[in-house]
């Protein structure tokens, strides 16, 4: 009975042990307003108002996001060593907000509810190539090996962190592209 509680505790410490160092996440919305009592006087407004993508257009929403990192280093025997590495994701959704949804026609509230769904879906999308990226980031920096001076540590850490940002960037611009900005997936009244 002893070796079985033993065991249950060592299991028990190590389910309670911090786990690796993760990246802040910090998640935003804004919103900018319409009104009108059709779907086409929505569309058009949301023509008007919504954000403007990386393709110059503006959409029903839109997802932001950057990895920000930062890291210390010393010298060890002879050779400069990662010490300290964080990282900070943030991520901005902007969304369209409905003034007179409460008074709406059911039909309309209802395409508004299934679009605003759909555009929920789309953020979680970029909100996870976000938080990927954040995360992979974290990790190669501090799996960096040692190099033979501070500068190639400092060069050679900024370059791999960069390569996997734009790797995330572009899986996340490609997303945008291939969902017409979520229009295929549902992010439209019309």
């Not at 959704?93 to 059911?106: D, L, M, N, Q, V």
Request: net charge positive; proline share 4%; glycine share 6%.
């Amino acid at each position: 009975m002893l070796k079985v509680s033993l065991v249950l505790a060592t299991s028990l410490a190590v389910l309670a042990a911090p786990s690796a160092a993760e990246p802040l996440v910090r998640m935003s919305t804004s919103y900018y307003y319409i009104e009108g009592g059709s779907a086409l006087i929505l569309t058009e407004q949301i023509r008007k108002k919504g954000p403007v993508g990386i393709d110059g257009k503006r959409h029903a929403s839109r997802t932001r996001w950057n990895v920000q990192w930062k890291f210390r280093h010393n010298v060890r025997d002879d050779k400069c060593q990662m010490d300290d590495a964080t990282v900070a994701v943030g991520i901005n959704a902007t969304r369209p907000r409905w003034r007179g949804e409460k008074t709406g026609p059911a039909s309309l509230k209802r395409r508004w509810k299934q679009m605003i769904e759909a555009i929920e879906r789309g953020e979680e999308h970029h909100k996870q190539q976000a938080t990927l990226a954040g995360n992979q980031i974290l990790a190669a920096l501090e799996a960096m090996p040692p190099a033979r001076n501070c500068q190639v540590l400092i060069e050679t850490a900024n370059r791999t962190a960069n390569g996997i940002l734009e790797k995330y960037q572009a899986a996340s611009e490609a997303y945008d592209r291939r969902t017409e900005h979520g229009r295929k997936d549902g992010a439209s009244l019309i």
